[in-house]
């Protein structure tokens, strides 16, 4: 397993080895739990500052991972999206839910979740280039989120 490690990079030994076809029959639940997790680490990156307390930081990063600010991201994104990332955002967003969004109407849960299935996608097919690209068209409009 060191030897594993040492070839390639951390993030890509986390990834593993799914091909294309094994990510495209993938249940977009299953995208979108990893790509929560990517997009909750770009965050806290993104915002970390020494002068603040660990809970400061939380807080700020609440206010762009939670639904509705997942789906306000989705909608700068839309019209640079490409057909195939179209149509997993689709995907996540159609995928049966068995649990009821908290903090949000099932609209906004459910953009979110095609968003997060999107991010997912592009990580697991280690389509790095893209993701960041994304991300950076998200975030590089003022914020609307206030902090």
Sequence with gaps: MEESIEKNSFI??????LGDEN???????????IGDAVYELYVRTMILSREEN????????????????QADTLKRLEEVLTDEEKSIVRRGR??????SPKNADLSEY??????ESLL????????DKRLI???EIAHKIPEEVSI
């Design 110 to 115: 459910k953009r979110a979740t095609g968003f």
């Design 94 to 99: 159609n995928a049966k839910i068995n649990t």
């Design 12 to 17: 890509d030994s986390l990834r593993g080895g």
């Design 54 to 69: 660990v809970n400061k930081l939380h807080k700020k990063a609440v206010k762009y991972v939670k639904a509705n600010a």
């Design 23 to 33: 990510l495209k029959m993938m249940s977009p639940l299953t995208l979108a739990y």
């Design 133 to 135: 690209e994304l991300l």
């Design 120 to 127: 997912g996608f592009l990580f697991l097919s280690k389509n």
